[in-house]
């Protein structure tokens, strides 16, 4: 545990999140704000992307259904919680700022997962940063490209499988059913039977239970939460002054809250951020890459949405419940502090909106990182070791479930970091390509 600690305040430490922070600035200065001037487009695009456009496996809409099923999880309500238990307030301030940015490296990914993507040995289109990293930059990167690769294999045990089903675990466990709440194995092994069945079909099963289930969940989830902003909307302009106030300044120890320091709500804010949306990891591009999309601006423009959905809509939505209610200030964390915020305000029926919330989100994450692994796994060893891997992340599923939840936070903070830095050095590498595919782009236009 103390290993893991000190190599976690290394990966997130100043130079990480300064690496995030600047590449998702220069890509945003470089593209002129493309993605915050053409957001009204990117929604035109995606309601177009429903019927193919181009060659590809899966529609445009169910790509991005896809890459938001591995988005949107665990992170938006025991992820955001975290955050604001461990940085402040003021930590939701800095998601903000990461995820404005991060629309423009997730635009940038996708556009080169599409530009430099490829067929494999059974026809099907494959892409991601490993294959952009390759074909973009040449033999001389390619291990870059490996690693890449195996960390992203590695990571998705930790972001997409660990800590999605030892939340879910630990919040059915914490419900009272006949009494008593569910134990965390028996969560766990329910997880993994269910999963297995969807992995049976491969990508085009995943998309179409990730088309149907993401947009529901995402719905309903974001209809909770504005009754309950509603129900504090008096608490509201005091919630906004608080978050951005401890975004610069230290907030003292108040209840149960330790107090954090404005590193910390930077840490923090943007840490999660990052693994709430994860713009800058290289995970979403492996999904654009198989739309059928017949111009990779095109499908960034749609991709880009993700970043802005994921955080900018619904993490918002459950870190400024979370304030609005004074529950930060418990000194409660994770999911249960979320849990609380939300029955402060809807007695009783709150804490099963989180519980149904983070079941449905953990399943869908934890088969849109399947998909993730399998591909990172296909690109190392081959078509024949994705049937392995497909049993070791089910395997894996119970496993996560039942372990302690801060060192599984913990890993899978690391791996992340891991994940991302050949990544980021590759979109800056590959930054002019992004560049000028976008203005012949716009000049067709």
Same mark, same amino acid.
């Given at each position: 545990?103390?290993?893991?600690?000190?190599?976690?305040?290394?990966?997130?430490?100043?130079?990480?999140?300064?690496?995030?922070?600047?590449?998702?600035?220069?890509?945003?200065?470089g593209l002129k704000a493309y993605p915050v001037r053409h957001l009204k487009n990117g929604f035109t695009e995606l309601w177009?992307?429903?019927?193919?456009?181009?060659?590809?496996?899966?529609?445009?809409?169910?790509?991005?259904?896809?890459?938001?099923?591995?988005?949107?999880?665990?992170?938006?309500?025991?992820?955001?919680?975290?955050?604001?238990?461990?940085?402040?307030?003021?930590?939701?301030?800095?998601?903000?700022?990461?995820?404005?940015?991060?629309?423009?490296?997730?635009?940038?990914?996708?556009?080169?997962?599409?530009?430099?993507?490829?067929?494999?040995?059974?026809?099907?289109?494959?892409?991601?940063?490993?294959?952009?990293?390759?074909?973009?930059?040449?033999?001389?990167?390619?291990?870059? *490209? #490996?690693? =890449? !690769?195996?960390?992203?294999?590695? @990571?998705?045990?930790?972001? $997409?499988?660990?800590?999605?089903?030892? %939340?879910?675990?630990?919040?059915?466990?914490?419900?009272?059913?006949?009494?008593?709440?569910?134990?965390?194995?028996?969560?766990?092994?329910?997880?993994?039977?269910?999963?297995?069945?969807?992995?049976?079909?491969?990508?085009?099963?995943?998309?179409?239970?990730?088309?149907?289930?993401?947009?529901?969940?995402?719905?309903?989830?974001?209809?909770?939460?504005?009754?309950?902003?509603?129900?504090?909307?008096?608490?509201?302009?005091?919630?906004?002054?608080?978050?951005?106030?401890?975004?610069?300044?230290?907030?003292?120890? *108040? #209840?149960? =809250? !330790?107090?954090?320091?404005?590193? @910390?709500?930077?840490?923090? $804010?943007?840490?999660?951020?990052?693994? %709430?949306?994860?713009?800058?990891?290289?995970?979403?591009?492996?999904?654009?890459?198989?739309?059928?999309?017949?111009?990779?601006?095109?499908?960034?423009?749609?991709?880009?949405?993700?970043?802005?959905?994921?955080?900018?809509?619904?993490?918002?939505?459950?870190?400024?419940?979370?304030?609005?209610?004074?529950?930060?200030?418990?000194?409660?964390?994770?999911?249960?502090?979320?849990?609380?915020?939300?029955?402060?305000?809807?007695?009783?029926?709150?804490?099963?909106?989180?519980?149904?919330?983070?079941?449905?989100?953990?399943?869908?994450?934890?088969?849109?990182?399947?998909?993730?692994?399998?591909?990172?796994?296909?690109?190392?060893?081959?078509?024949?070791?994705?049937?392995?891997?497909?049993?070791?992340?089910?395997?894996?599923?119970?496993?996560?479930?039942?372990?302690?939840?801060?060192?599984?936070?913990?890993?899978?903070?690391?791996?992340?970091?891991?994940?991302?830095?050949?990544?980021?050095?590759?979109?800056?590498?590959?930054?002019?390509?992004?560049?000028?595919?976008?203005?012949?782009?716009?000049?067709?236009?």
């Amino acid at each position: 545990m103390d290993f893991i600690n000190i190599l976690n305040s290394w990966a997130w430490g100043p130079p990480m999140l300064a690496l995030i922070a600047l590449t998702g600035l220069y890509l945003t200065i470089g593209l002129k704000a493309y993605p915050v001037r053409h957001l009204k487009n990117g929604f035109t695009e995606l309601w177009r992307g429903r019927h193919r456009q181009g060659e590809g496996e899966i529609s445009g809409f169910n790509a991005l259904m896809t890459s938001l099923s591995a988005t949107i999880g665990t992170g938006n309500i025991a992820g955001v919680a975290t955050a604001v238990a461990m940085g402040g307030p003021g930590a939701i301030f800095w998601m903000w700022v990461i995820a404005l940015v991060g629309m423009a490296t997730k635009y940038s990914e996708a556009v080169l997962a599409v530009r430099f993507r490829e067929k494999n040995a059974q026809g099907h289109f494959v892409g991601g940063p490993m294959y952009y990293i390759r074909n973009g930059l040449g033999p001389k990167f390619k291990w870059l *490209a #490996g690693t =890449f !690769a195996f960390f992203g294999m590695l @990571a998705g045990f930790g972001i $997409g499988n660990g800590v999605q089903a030892n %939340s879910v675990a630990d919040a059915m466990h914490h419900i009272e059913i006949g009494g008593q709440g569910i134990p965390e194995w028996v969560t766990g092994l329910a997880v993994a039977a269910l999963v297995a069945l969807v992995l049976i079909g491969g990508i085009r099963r995943i998309a179409e239970v990730a088309g149907k289930l993401v947009p529901f969940m995402a719905i309903s989830y974001l209809i909770a939460g504005v009754v309950l902003l509603i129900i504090y909307a008096d608490r509201l302009p005091e919630a906004f002054s608080v978050i951005v106030t401890h975004a610069f300044t230290p907030v003292s120890a *108040a #209840g149960g =809250f !330790a107090g954090a320091t404005v590193w @910390a709500a930077i840490r923090y $804010g943007v840490a999660r951020g990052v693994f %709430s949306n994860e713009a800058g990891l290289g995970s979403a591009p492996i999904a654009h890459a198989t739309a059928t999309t017949d111009s990779p601006v095109r499908q960034g423009t749609i991709a880009m949405l993700g970043t802005f959905i994921d955080t900018i809509i619904i993490c918002s939505i459950t870190g400024l419940v979370i304030v609005a209610s004074g529950e930060w200030q418990s000194g409660a964390s994770g999911a249960t502090l979320t849990t609380a915020a939300f029955n402060s305000g809807l007695p009783v029926i709150g804490q099963y909106i989180v519980t149904l919330g983070l079941a449905v989100f953990a399943f869908t994450t934890i088969i849109g990182w399947s998909f993730y692994g399998e591909r990172c796994t296909e690109y190392l060893f081959g078509l024949k070791a994705v049937p392995v891997f497909r049993f070791i992340w089910v395997i894996a599923i119970p496993v996560g479930a039942t372990q302690q939840l801060d060192l599984v936070w913990l890993i899978a903070d690391t791996l992340n970091a891991l994940m991302a830095l050949p990544n980021l050095i590759a979109l800056i590498l590959l930054s002019p390509v992004v560049f000028r595919l976008t203005q012949e782009y716009l000049k067709k236009q």
